[in-house]
């Protein structure tokens, strides 16, 4: 036995009660994209708000940067609801996702999206004296930020429509 029939069997439980209670797919549902809406979303403004700054404004920086470290937390909270309810609709059909190219490749977006977003908290750091090298850094990910966002969304509506 592989061990995707064998973690499906020990989910049978929640699969059976996920499959039967329209509530609760409908609450984990929303979870989901909840999760994408607050969090993607205010990771979204912040990144675009990162490119369209003007690169000389001190001032304008220093304000950006402290949105940034705000909509970070945000964008954390998002993601932890992001995960939790991931990770239950993973739980309710375990070995159709396990099977799923589409739902590996969307893991790697989402690792890299972690990365790419603790890139952008350190960069946060260097605050208003960020240098203009580090100050492009932040903005290719920024646009890395955005890319991730919208294409790991684009597999999160494929994943149940094309598998």
């Known amino acids: 036995m592989t061990p995707a029939p064998q973690l499906a069997a020990v989910l049978e439980w929640w699969s059976s009660l996920y499959s039967n209670h329209a509530t609760l797919r409908t609450a984990i549902s929303f979870a989901h994209i909840g999760g994408l809406l607050g969090g993607g979303g205010c990771a979204i403004a912040a990144d675009r708000a990162t490119l369209l700054l003007p690169r000389n404004d001190v001032a304008d920086r220093l304000v950006h940067i402290d949105a940034i470290r705000r909509?970070?937390?945000?964008?954390?909270?998002?993601?932890?609801?992001?995960?939790?309810?991931?990770?239950?609709?993973?739980g309710a059909d375990v070995d159709t996702y396990i099977a799923s190219r589409i739902f590996w490749l969307k893991m790697a977006l989402i690792a890299a999206l972690l990365v790419n977003g603790a890139l952008l908290v350190r960069a946060e750091r260097g605050g208003a004296d960020l240098d203009t090298t580090d100050w492009l850094r932040l903005r290719r990910a920024s646009l890395a930020s955005l890319a991730l966002w919208f294409l790991t969304t684009l597999l999160g509506a494929a994943l149940p429509n094309i598998g």
């Open 71 to 90: 909509a970070h937390q945000v964008v954390l909270g998002g993601l932890v609801i992001l995960f939790i309810s991931g990770v239950l609709l993973l």
